[in-house]
């Protein structure tokens, strides 16, 4: 089945750096690859998606790659803000007849320093 | 809109109890699906839930089930529960653009996320 490794573990920044988190997957038939964001006592959010027939996608400060061929994808913060203090987590899936089980890395908590 | 919404938002049972969770999803979402998160696991896949039917199934065991009705609305269930059952039970709502639908393209909605029940079993 399907493996989403995530690096790294944890991230410190200072407060306008920017943050970049790496994930790699297993499952070459995966095509939707969310990320998410959860602060403490909530529910993971979704801050940004990207499936497999784009390479990149920008919203606002928040950008995700993806290389199918090397099978990895990543998530860039630019101007980190205190608030972007977080843990992250990447996804993939392989949505088919079978169902949408997103599969989750182990998560990335960044901590934003002003 | 109304987000997910799960309830009760914490729950305390001992050891060889049962407990239900509830899951109410976006309004026109069709398709829930359960999580279970730990520390040391991080985010597992449980059951997705469609049209009253379970299209997927994690690698859980049986104690684990979970149904959905008419109105999307889910529960899940875990019977006899262990001690590793201490866990944030997280369910995710999509509006499921089904692979029939997507035109036998793969296809994977974006799942939109609840607060979690925090299950502490003693």
């Known amino acids: 089945g399907e493996n989403v490794e995530q690096h790294p573990s944890t991230l410190s920044v200072q407060e306008g750096d920017s943050a970049v988190i790496k994930c790699t997957y297993s499952d070459s038939a995966s095509n939707y690859f969310p990320w998410y964001k959860q602060e403490l006592g909530k529910g993971p959010q979704l801050i940004i998606d990207i499936r497999s027939n784009v390479g990149e996608k920008k919203d606002q400060r928040i950008a995700v790659t993806l290389n199918k061929t090397a099978k990895h994808f990543s998530l860039h913060i630019t101007e980190t803000q205190p608030e972007d203090s977080a843990v992250y987590f990447c996804?993939?899936?392989?949505?088919?007849?079978?169902?949408?089980?997103?599969?989750f890395g182990k998560g990335t908590t960044l901590s934003v320093s002003s | 809109k109304a987000g997910v919404t799960q309830t009760p938002r914490y729950l305390i049972k001992t050891r060889g109890q049962q407990v239900t969770l509830s899951c109410s999803p976006i309004?026109?979402?069709?398709?829930v699906s359960w999580y279970q998160q730990t520390p040391g696991q991080g985010l597992q896949f449980l059951f997705e839930y469609f049209s009253e039917t379970q299209r997927n199934k994690g690698n859980f065991p049986g104690r684990f089930s979970g149904r959905q009705f008419s109105n999307s609305r889910s529960e899940m269930n875990v019977s006899t529960l262990e001690l590793g059952d201490s866990a944030l039970y997280l369910c995710?709502?999509?509006?499921?653009?089904?692979?029939?639908?997507?035109?036998?393209?793969?296809?994977?909605?974006?799942?939109?996320f609840g607060p979690g029940t925090r299950l502490t079993v003693l």
């Open positions: 309004s026109g979402h069709r398709s």
């Open positions: 995710a709502s999509s509006l499921s653009t089904t692979w029939g639908l997507a035109g036998g393209k793969d296809f994977t909605d974006t799942q939109y």
């Open positions: 996804a993939a899936s392989n949505g088919n007849q079978a169902g949408t089980a997103l599969i």
